[in-house]
């Protein structure tokens, strides 16, 4: 039983479907990484599984229990966090507090998922006074990951972390994400940089025009000659 | 001398009057700024909030009155503000309930939630002079000064008095403590946390599992509090007149 999955997902912002038949599933302790060209339907599919999107077919399924119909805000409760792409901190709010509104559904002490996210990102710990808004851009995705690190996930979906980084950055935060994955929390996250989190990923979908057209352990997709000449470049 | 009795001059006519004023005004602000920041509008019906919230409270001080119920030196209006702010709070719910929400669910432009409010601020105003009138109302009592012209000039010896009244002071006092108050609330209660990062990104702070509903409805409790408390102390200091309020 896959830890969360989102299955034949067909559906989109109102309009014609982004999405067809689209599947992506995380297991246990897993990474698992969704690539593909720009208008794939990549963040959309995330945005599926969050519930964020509307669908017209298919099922989310979080540990066997059907969650397709439960609000975004439910699905945080259920152990789902999301990380957007774009505005994803609170910029007037410090650090901290950011951090301590993404804890805001958890009842009783967080201190302890705190120190494992200062731990994790030792730089906003002295920063943690700072409105998040005056941060650089590395260290704003940093709080983005801490916010959905703070409700105590099972499951962490990242929004293209790493876009407009600095690439010295964006190695930095990948190595983060297979630590936040070693403690336990499936990841499933969507990337530009298919090479680089392909290598680091136990599962890999490729999506083009809303539809599954790769799948596979990541170390096969890199390997495909099909998929490297399509998206990887040869 | 002459330069002491300018200073006091100007302190009593300009000075005194103008700081109680500002705080009225700011009292009025806070609220209209918090709505402007949270709810992202301009709340054109903030006057006549104001004006409600006063007509409220009056209503209630002319029963107590009538009763014989006073606070000793301090206006018995004071003792009737828990009603008018409770009324008021009421009131800016409802009309959350009944107007605002459907715009914002829709993600109505600011503009539009303007005109709406000012829909809703023509409604206020007419229902508040149909109520109390559209005329004068004088609704202090209690002591009125706490330093009079001719005990200051007594006092000091000075040709020129100052005259401070009991609202000016209370004026004051109000301010700086819901200025502390509104600041404390929002830097370190979770509620008031969890409203800055709805003001930051609504969507956000909905994924976060940030109850929207209730940001909302705190937003106009205190926003209807502030306006009572400031139309309050605007009409002991000066008087009750629903037009004013309008403009």
């Known amino acids: 039983m896959s830890r969360l999955v989102g299955q034949h997902m067909t559906g989109g912002y109102g309009g014609a479907d982004i999405l067809n038949d689209c599947t992506v599933a995380v297991e246990h302790g897993e990474i698992a990484v969704i690539v593909g060209p720009n208008g794939a339907g990549k963040s959309t599919a995330m945005k599926a599984v969050f519930g964020m999107v509307g669908l017209r077919k298919g099922t989310v399924r979080m540990d066997g229990e059907d969650i397709t119909r439960l609000p975004p805000h439910e699905r945080v409760a259920k152990g789902i966090a999301y990380v957007p792409q774009t505005d994803n901190v609170f910029p007037s709010l410090t650090v901290e507090e950011n951090l301590e509104m993404g804890a805001f559904l958890r009842r009783g002490g967080f201190s302890e998922t705190m120190e494992q996210v200062y731990e994790l990102f030792p730089a906003l710990r002295d920063k943690r006074r700072q409105p998040a808004g005056e941060l650089s851009g590395g260290q704003r995705q940093q709080v983005a990951v801490g916010i959905g690190l703070m409700t105590g996930p099972k499951v962490l979906m990242l929004d293209e972390p790493t876009a407009g980084v600095s690439p010295k950055v964006r190695d930095e935060l990948i190595v983060r994400v297979v630590e936040i994955s070693r403690s336990g929390i499936s990841i499933l996250m969507v990337e530009q940089n298919a090479r680089q989190v392909l290598a680091i990923a136990d599962r890999g979908y490729v999506l083009s025009q809303g539809r599954n057209l790769f799948s596979g352990s990541g170390e096969v997709l890199l390997l495909d000659r099909e998929v490297r000449k399509s998206f990887l470049g040869g | ?247």
């Open chain 2, 1 to 247: 001398m002459d330069f002491v009795n300018g200073l006091i001059v100007l302190c009593n006519f300009v000075m005194v009057p103008a700081t109680a004023y500002g705080g009225q005004l700011a009292l009025g602000a806070l609220g209209l700024t918090l709505i402007h920041r949270v709810l992202r509008f301009q709340h054109f019906a903030h006057g006549d909030m104001m004006a409600f919230g006063t007509m409220v409270t009056i209503l209630v001080t002319w029963v107590l009155q009538g009763a014989g119920v006073t606070v000793g030196p301090l206006p018995t209006a004071l003792l009737a503000l828990p009603a008018g702010i409770g009324a008021t709070a009421l009131l800016a719910l409802g009309a959350d309930r009944a107007v605002y929400r459907f715009y914002r669910r829709r993600k109505a432009s600011p503009i539009l939630m303007v005109v709406v409010s000012a829909g809703v601020m023509f409604v206020l105003n007419g229902l508040v002079r149909l109520v109390i009138g559209p005329g004068d109302r004088r609704f202090a009592d209690g002591e009125r000064f706490i330093v009079r012209a001719r005990e200051f000039k007594e006092m000091t010896g000075l040709p020129e008095g100052i005259t401070v009244s009991v609202p000016q002071v209370l004026t004051l006092a109000a301010t700086i403590t819901a200025l502390a108050g509104l600041h404390w609330f929002l830097a370190r209660t979770r509620t008031g946390k969890s409203m800055r990062a709805y003001a930051d990104n609504p969507d956000l702070a909905f994924a976060s599992g940030i109850d929207s509903e209730r940001v909302v409805m705190v937003v106009w409790v205190i926003a209807a509090g502030l306006a009572t408390l400031a139309g309050v102390l605007y009409g002991l200091d000066k008087s009750f007149k629903p037009l004013t309020y309008f403009s």
